[in-house]
């Protein structure tokens, strides 16, 4: 079983949609979970942080934490083309390195 | 706050040479790792310094890959003899210490071998 798994897609959605991504992971150990979005050919950019079970708000995007069934995942609301890139789930391992999934891809068409 | 800072963005060389990039944390954070990125594939842990001190290397980096962070700051990571199969992207991110710390990532490194 992969550290972390993520479904690849693409995902597609229509704008203004909400687009649901999803990860699970081994390590039952994990405390925290980044979820960063990459556009092709450029580096990952940070866009949420949960450190506890339950959901985090910030603008068009709620995380949401489920230790006991080791489940992640991100929803973007009123998705617009601007948000289709691949969206990475890392949790932290002990000393701190991430451990990236596959990433999901998700396409949001105007 | 200036950000990671990678250089250079892309490096074109033939298979058998050796190749240095450079990393410029964040100023304020202690923390700086290299992670190698291949196409479709999220980007896989290379190493780790907290300060000058070297504290991690994955199983995948070869005895042809060699980091350093001399004095605490910028960074270098050095492929030696390079080969097919180490055509990706590097990327480089710093922290401040702890494992619930977020990294931050510089626009990263392109290599590709001929």
């Known amino acids: 079983q992969k550290e972390v798994e993520q479904n690849s897609g693409p995902l597609s959605v229509p704008e203004g949609a909400i687009a649901s991504l999803n990860c699970t992971y081994s390590?039952?150990?994990?405390?925290?979970f980044f979820w960063y979005r990459q556009y092709s050919g450029k580096s990952p950019e940070l866009i949420m942080s949960?450190?506890?079970?339950g959901d985090k708000e910030d603008g068009r995007f709620t995380a949401q934490l489920n230790k006991a069934s080791q489940y992640v995942s991100l929803l973007i609301r009123d998705s617009q083309p601007s948000d289709s890139a691949t969206y990475l789930c890392?949790?932290?391992?002990?000393?701190?390195?991430?451990?990236f999934g596959q990433g999901t891809t998700l396409q949001v068409k105007p | 706050d200036t950000g990671v800072s990678q250089d250079p963005r892309h490096k074109i060389t033939k298979r058998g040479q050796n190749v240095t990039f450079r990393c410029d944390p964040i100023?304020?954070?202690?923390?700086l790792y290299w992670y190698r990125q291949t196409l479709g594939q999220g980007p896989e842990f290379l190493t780790y310094?907290?300060?000058?001190?070297?504290?991690?290397k994955s199983r995948l980096l070869s005895d042809r890959f060699s980091a350093e962070r001399p004095k605490g700051s910028f960074s270098t990571l050095e492929i030696q003899r390079t080969e097919q199969g180490d055509s990706a992207m590097y990327l480089c991110?710093?922290?401040?210490?702890?494992?619930?710390?977020?990294?931050?990532f510089g626009d990263g490194t392109r290599l590709s071998i001929l």
């Open positions: 991110a710093s922290s401040f210490p702890g494992s619930n710390q977020p990294q931050h």
């Open positions: 390590d039952r150990g994990s405390q925290s």
């Open positions: 949960i450190y506890s079970n």
């Open positions: 890392a949790p932290p391992g002990n000393t701190g390195k991430l451990i």
């Open positions: 100023s304020e954070h202690n923390r």
């Open positions: 310094f907290q300060n000058e001190a070297q504290l991690e």
